[in-house]
C-alpha cells in the first residue's frame, strides 16, 4: 500500500518526547525508528528481513541490534512489517478523504435536483404568463394602497403633551383651529424661555375672552403665540365688554377747528388703511357734508 497521495504523516510531538520506548532507545536507534516510519509511510509497509532494514537505515551496530531496539514496534505482516499506529494514522486520512468526496457527490447531486426544481418553475411561469398581467396590475394596486397608508401613518406627527394641552385649550374659529405645524413651531422658542403651563393658561383665558367666546373673532393661533401677544392673557380674560386694544379700530383723526378739511389721504397715512374708500368711510358724516358744499 502506497502512501495514497498524502505526502506528509502527523508526527505528535508531546507522545515522541514521552513515550517511555523512545525513550529507551539509543540515539541511532531513534533515527532508525524515524527513517523507517518514512519509509512505511511513503511505501505502504517495509520488507520483512531486518538486514534490510538495516541497509535502508545505515544502522552503523548491525541488525540483531537493530531488531532487539526497533522489533516491537515493527511486528511482521503477511507481506513485510509495518508500524501500526502509523497504518491506523493512515487509515484516519484514508476515511476522511472518502467523506469528503461523498460529500462532494452528494453536493453534486443536490445541485442537479435544484437545477432541475428551478427549471420546472420555470416552465409553470412560461405556461402562466398569460395571466400573470392582471394579477400583476392588482398586486401593484395593492402594495401602492399599503404604501401610501403606511406614508399617511408615518405623516401623523406625535405632538408633546403640554402643547397638545395648550392646542385643545385654544379656542376655534368656524369650528376649526388652522396652522398647527406653524404654531407648534412658534410654541417651541416660546417655551425655551417660558413655561409651557403659562402659555397654556393664556390660552384658557383667551378661549373665555368676549373676542372669542362672543364675537368669534379669536386670532390664529400663531397668531396668538406672535410678538408676545400671549402675555397679555396671562391675567384672565377680562369681564364680557373686553376687547384687545391690538384689535380695537384707530379713531379717525379731527380736522382743527375753522380749519381746513381732512384729506382722505392723510387720513389713510395716519389710520394705517391701505385704500382711499376705507379713509373716506371712515371720515365722519359732517366732514363729508363740508366737502359737498364746497364743491
Not at 452528494?106 to 442537479?112: E, I, W, Y
Not at 384687545?244 to 382722505?264: N, S, V
Request: aromatic letters at 8%.
Amino acid at each position: 500500500m502506497s502512501n495514497s497521495g498524502f505526502p506528509w504523516f502527523p508526527f505528535y510531538v508531546r507522545d515522541w518526547l514521552t513515550d517511555v520506548k523512545v525513550m529507551s532507545m539509543s540515539c541511532a536507534a531513534r533515527g532508525a525508528y524515524i527513517q523507517l516510519l518514512a519509509l512505511q509511510w511513503e511505501n505502504g509497509g517495509l520488507p520483512p528481513d531486518w538486514n534490510d532494514l538495516c541497509v535502508l537505515t545505515n544502522y552503523e551496530h548491525g541488525f540483531e541490534d537493530l531488531e532487539r531496539e526497533l522489533g516491537p514496534l515493527f511486528p511482521p505482516t503477511e507481506d513485510g512489517r509495518r508500524n501500526p499506529r502509523l497504518e491506523e494514522l493512515r487509515q484516519v486520512k484514508l476515511d476522511k478523504r472518502a467523506a469528503q468526496a461523498a460529500g462532494a457527490a452528494s453536493t453534486h447531486v443536490s445541485n442537479a435536483k435544484r437545477r432541475a426544481k428551478q427549471a420546472a418553475k420555470q416552465l409553470v411561469r412560461a405556461s402562466e404568463d398569460h395571466d400573470a398581467d392582471s394579477d400583476a396590475e392588482k398586486s401593484k394596486t395593492s402594495v401602492r394602497k399599503r404604501t401610501g397608508a403606511l406614508k399617511k401613518a408615518s405623516d401623523q406627527k406625535i405632538w408633546p403633551e403640554d402643547f397638545t394641552w395648550f392646542w385643545e385649550a385654544y379656542p376655534k374659529r368656524n369650528d376649526k383651529r388652522v396652522g398647527k405645524k406653524a404654531t407648534y413651531r412658534r410654541w417651541l422658542q416660546i417655551c425655551k424661555s417660558d413655561s409651557s403651563m403659562e402659555v397654556f393658561h393664556a390660552a384658557q383665558n383667551y378661549a373665555q375672552s368676549k373676542i372669542a367666546r362672543v364675537d368669534g373673532k379669536a386670532r390664529d393661533p400663531e397668531r396668538f403665540l406672535k410678538d408676545d401677544y400671549w402675555r397679555d392673557w396671562l391675567d384672565g380674560p377680562g369681564t364680557d365688554v373686553h376687547v384687545e386694544e391690538r384689535d380695537k379700530p384707530h379713531p379717525a383723526p379731527k380736522a382743527p377747528p375753522g380749519g381746513p378739511p381732512a384729506d382722505p389721504d392723510d387720513v389713510a397715512a395716519e389710520m394705517g388703511l391701505g385704500s382711499l374708500r376705507e379713509a373716506t368711510r371712515a371720515l365722519s358724516m359732517d366732514e363729508r357734508l363740508k366737502r359737498e358744499e364746497e364743491k
